[in-house]
């Protein structure tokens, strides 16, 4: 399924990019999901701002990386 997902966030599906972001927490790769949710909390996915957030309450996000995202996610919901 990862590879459906990853050729989905590819051609800009933005649920395959928050899934693929789900997948690399769930392995410990934090940078990488960190990516993934950004990425699609930037085009207005309120479910990747959310991840963003858990995993900067958690430690594992910095506060940085959540407020860009949150600028992101508030930049697109405005347009």
């Known amino acids: 399924a990862v590879k459906f997902y990853a050729k989905a966030a590819v051609q800009g599906h933005v ?5 693929l972001g789900c997948h690399e927490v769930q392995r410990g790769n934090y940078d990488r999901a960190c990516r993934h949710f950004l ?7 309120n479910d990747s701002l959310e ?9 594992v996000a910095t506060k940085d ?15």
Request: no cysteine.
């Open 15 to 19: 649920e395959s990019r928050n899934h």
């Open 65 to 79: 990386q959540y407020m860009e995202a949150l600028k992101g996610y508030q930049d697109a919901v405005e347009e």
């Open 51 to 59: 991840n963003i957030k858990k995993m900067f309450m958690k430690g």
């Open 39 to 45: 990425i699609s909390a930037k085009v207005g996915d």
